[in-house]
């Protein structure tokens, strides 16, 4: 007679040796996968807007609400808001938040930038 577990005892055993097998592989490649991790991250840092180039900014940071030309989508509509909002209320909504926008969504010193770019949008 046949012993019915053996099929599926085979697969278990096989499964455990695999996975043994590319643990010890993955802990002797952690430290390459890890390097190649940060290069991709500082190649990130580095396609990011500067500081003062305020459309970088507001197409890095705004756009994905606010519409490719500003023309509102999830948020309001920006362009034209400097003609409702003056560049210090401005960067009060993009550092505290207001209605759906979260607060917080760039550094205070990016905000400021942002703001004083969309304050001339009239």
């Known amino acids: 007679m046949k012993n019915r577990l053996m099929p599926f005892a085979s697969i278990a055993i ?5 996975m043994v097998v590319v643990s010890y592989w993955g802990l002797n490649n952690a430290d390459k996968m890890l390097a190649a991790q940060e290069g991709k991250g500082q190649a ?14 507001v197409k890095a940071s705004c756009v994905s609400c606010h519409g490719q ?9 920006l362009a034209t808001v400097g003609s409702r909002l003056s560049a210090e209320q401005i960067a009060n909504v993009i550092n505290n938040g207001q209605n759906t926008m979260p ?3 760039v550094d205070p010193a990016k905000a400021e ?7 001339e949008h009239k």
């Open 14 to 18: 096989l499964g455990i040796v695999l």
């Open 44 to 57: 990130t840092e580095q396609a990011a807007p500067a500081a003062d180039d305020p459309e970088g900014l």
């Open 103 to 105: 607060a917080g969504m």
């Open 113 to 119: 930038v942002i703001a004083a770019w969309l304050a």
């Open 69 to 77: 030309n500003l023309e509102g989508g999830v948020g309001p509509e």
